[in-house]
């Protein structure tokens, strides 16, 4: 197993596009979470999943983001209307239900010019 | 709200010297895990401290886990340039996300 992944490392877009990130976890873990990151601040949670079930979602999700999950395996995100505030490095990590230990992925990096 | 406070927020300091980095909260953690994060990557996980008052040993590295639970510190010894990054401090929530603390930015200059 190669750890998390995710797929596209940077993307740049203009404001008002849609755009949409892929995270593939570990494979034998079933809780899937996204966090978002900005510059200088820790990583603040965004929503995560049990298997295909999406348990909690912040409220820094506005209705612009939707996030899927569904055989359970891999998770994408998708920011539609993306605004230049949506700018920001977009993590996902993954568990099992046993452990609390969260392995992250590489990240996905947006710009919104 | 729980909340993860680090200090220092920023560390610069000489290749072979010591250094505690510190985390901080009013609430009780179930565990603690710290990272260290490199610019553009994710953050890699170091370690996980579960029982008040464990201590943890990597390499140059000493990790505390406070013994009531709501603290935890992080020690290098003889810090090398390879250990220049972003530490963060994160601990599960009611509903196992997790809350990171603030961060602490550190630069180990040759």
């Known amino acids: 197993d190669t750890g998390v992944s995710q797929n596209p490392r940077h993307k740049i877009t203009k404001r008002g596009q849609n755009v949409t990130f892929r995270c593939d976890p570990i494979?034998?873990?079933?809780?899937l979470y996204w966090y978002r990151q900005t510059l200088g601040q820790g990583p603040e949670f965004l929503t995560y999943?049990?298997?295909?079930?999406?348990?909690?979602k912040s409220r820094l999700l506005s209705d612009r983001f939707s996030a899927e999950r569904p055989k359970g395996s891999f998770s994408t995100l998708e920011i539609q209307r993306t605004e230049q505030g949506d700018s920001a490095m977009y993590l996902c990590?993954?568990?099992?239900?046993?452990?609390?230990?969260?392995?992250f992925g590489p990240g996905t990096r947006l710009t919104v010019l | 709200t729980q909340l993860l406070e680090q200090s220092p927020q920023f560390l610069s300091i000489q290749e072979g010297e010591n250094l505690t980095v510190y985390c901080n909260s009013s609430?009780?953690?179930?565990?603690l895990q710290w990272y260290r994060q490199e610019p553009g990557e994710g953050p890699v996980l170091l370690v996980t401290?579960?029982?008040?008052?464990e201590v943890k040993k990597l390499k140059r590295l000493t990790f505390q886990f406070g013994d009531a639970r709501k603290d935890s510190s992080l020690h290098i010894t003889a810090a090398q340039p390879g250990d220049t990054g972003l530490y963060l401090c994160?601990?599960?929530?009611?509903?196992?996300?997790?809350?990171f603390g603030t961060g602490t930015r550190l630069q180990v200059f040759p």
């Open positions: 990590a993954s568990s099992d239900a046993w452990h609390n230990e969260q392995f």
């Open positions: 494979s034998e873990h079933n809780r």
């Open positions: 999943f049990q298997n295909e079930a999406q348990l909690e």
């Open positions: 609430s009780v953690f179930s565990s």
């Open positions: 401290v579960v029982t008040g008052g």
């Open positions: 994160a601990g599960p929530d009611n509903t196992d996300k997790l809350i």
